[in-house]
């Protein structure tokens, strides 16, 4: 699931085995078709009791190259834990996705097992929520293989990612799987049966090539075809939808703020770290990029690093879009930083503590891991085997 990116690689999926939980039902906009769908993805509220009894699945990601920094979680893992009082909720690490590009090995174990422990740092509770990596269940790269048979050339080849990535590697060093990931990424949506998946500006492509796949294969193994061969007969694969979450979806970097705050950006200057200590926290802040503009304000697009600073405080300070606006309108840069370091550091530092907990209790989080892999086994599999007796592969009785 997010791969060079979050999976922002959320997904939120429906499964009739498990009872509907109430929710206010929101109205948004698919940014790749332009038109209207329902949302449920609000806190408690009524809903019609004849509904058919249904609840949501959430599935997210994050790749574990380098420290998770403050664009993973405002963007990504913040909005997991507002949503598993709510959903069915499972949590990857996606490692297979952090080999497509030179690597260390010793790096990607110890990244693996951070990123895991931060997901927990950061809110997510066994008691509700499935924590698992992503090469611990098989059936992600079994279902990969099965979909890339299915999946043009010609596709893949108008990735823009992949496009931007070779190059900097150079086209001829370039990985087979740097190539091939968005059908990784699909299978990580699709093997859990998503109806939503929350993305960035720079999914979008690869959640058109999802569906488009999804389409695909329903088109040339379901229904009729599949149901000849002893399946129930209809569609293989929901077709997810988008959903962007209306704040905090995109950090942007400290450096530029054109551009999103990332983990292979060279310089570590341009982003936050969860676990960066209290004087670097400050220093970043104070050294990143501004503006020589009077007063602060957002939504001016002449001032991209303004909107993107304001923006973080407001998450991280608990306030409205309004009280921020009124409170910083007539501060100067020099009043500002200081205030939103102060803020970052109170905000993180349950975090960091919490981190220390988890990764000094031996054995704790390896039990979580495979439990949680467990749990994602169970749902994962029932999707690779229908599949497989689609497309006629001969299936025995176990």
Known sequence: MAHATTLSHSLIASSSRFSRLRSTTTFLRNPLTGKSFRCCCSAAATTDESSPSVRERVVSGVQPTGSIHLGNYLGAIKNW???????????????????????????????????????????????????????????????????????????????????????????????????????LMASDILLYQAEYVPVGEDQKQHLELTRDLAQRVNHLYGGRKWKKLGGRGGSLFKIPEPLIPPVGARVMSLTDGLSKMSKSAPSDQSRINLLDSKDLIADKIKRCKTDSFAGLEFDNAERPECNNLLSVYQIVSGKTKEEVMEECKDMSWGT?????????????????VRYQEITAETGYLDKVLSEGADRATEIAVPTVRNLRQAMGFLILDS
């Open 81 to 183: 834990v507002a949503l598993q009082d709510t959903y069915e909720t499972l949590f990857i690490v996606v490692d297979d996705h952090a080999t497509t590009q030179p690597y260390d090995p010793q790096q990607l174990r110890k990244a693996t097992r951070d990123t895991a422990a931060l997901y927990l740092a950061c809110g997510v509770d066994i008691s509700k929520s499935s924590v698992f990596v992503q090469s611990h269940v098989p059936a992600h790269m079994e279902l990969m293989w099965l979909l890339s048979s299915s999946t043009p050339i010609g596709w893949l080849q108008k990735m823009t990612q992949f496009k931007e990535k070779s190059r900097k590697e150079g086209a001829e060093n370039a990985a087979v799987s740097l190539f091939t990931y968005p059908v």
């Open 336 to 352: 500002f930083k200081p205030l939103l370091a102060d803020a970052l550091i109170e905000h993180l530092s349950p975090v960091q």
